[in-house]
């Protein structure tokens, strides 16, 4: 995975901008190591469908990765007898692929699958802790500087709520807020990947792109992603859905490589109060 020169066989790409380039600042500006990019992953294996070129890229340039899952893996079973079991067998596999893949840290949050909605925030009204009391303190403890959230658009529950997460959580790791839940450093960039869903389609529209909703992409070459085929295939437990998972990443072939996609987002735009005052001052002159 490394070219004859010594450095990285990935690419890296600014869709909107048509640009490309060998270095990462492409896909994480202003990349001064020490970096840590941290995957807040729904299930197990999402952060491994969906984001494994940026972490392998990422090791490459001298940053840590540190993968984050949401949710227990209690819905997980596709046989009736592995019902009980379930969550210690994906424990299991989850350990060998990412520590095949080369991640340097894998935590739990363990929520129960298809309800981590439920579990957003601080203080629940049930009187239990919720998710906020996870995030913010684990990826501070982590050393977290680039942050990849699943698609919150269209995929399922767990994944709509963990990108929720991410996009509310992920500026909060960075806030001089919550004194004692570890050291806050700013989260320098925050990335949307896509486990199987397209994106949404409003920072395209608002940027001209029509149907091109991501912003950022990585191309590997082919060792790359049978590298990552072998993790995938460490979730036996899954069986067929597996082997369907595998077969469909064919679908990121492009002239020898694979494609990873991302989209680019602000979790905190500021807003820009010119237009407004602008239109108020152009009113106020039509009117008189």
Known sequence: MTGKDGMSDFVFY????????????????????????????????????????????ARQHGARTAVLIVCDGSAGYSAPEQKDEIVAIRRVETAAAYKQLGVDEVARMD?????????????????????????????RGMGCTRLLIPNPHRENHDHTAAGEMG?????????????????????????????????????????????????????????AEEHVRECIRCFASQGHIIEDLVAS????????????????????????????????????????
């Open 14 to 57: 600014d869709l909107w901008e048509r640009a490309r380039g060998g270095d990462i600042d492409t896909l994480f500006p202003g990349w001064s190591p020490p970096e840590c990019v941290a995957v807040l992953s729904p299930h197990d294996d999402d952060a491994l469908l969906g984001t494994s070129y940026a972490l392998l890229a």
């Open 111 to 139: 929520l129960p699958d298809l309800s981590a909605g439920s579990h957003q925030g601080w203080r629940l009204p049930s009187g239990r802790r919720g998710s906020l009391v996870e995030t913010v303190p684990r990826l």
């Open 167 to 223: 996009i509310s959580d992920g500026p909060l790791v960075g806030d001089p807020v919550l004194a004692d839940w570890g050291a806050a450093g700013p989260v320098r960039s925050t990335h949307i990947y896509s486990v199987w869903g397209d994106f949404g389609p409003e920072e395209a529209l608002v940027a001209g792109q029509g149907d091109i909703r991501a912003n950022r992409a990585i191309s590997a070459p082919a060792e």
């Open 249 to 288: 990443r064919d679908a990121r072939a492009c002239r020898g490589r694979f494609v990873e996609l991302y989209l680019s987002i602000d979790p905190r735009p500021k807003l820009d109060m010119k237009p407004y005052v602008d239109l108020v001052a152009g009113i106020d002159e039509e009117v008189g």
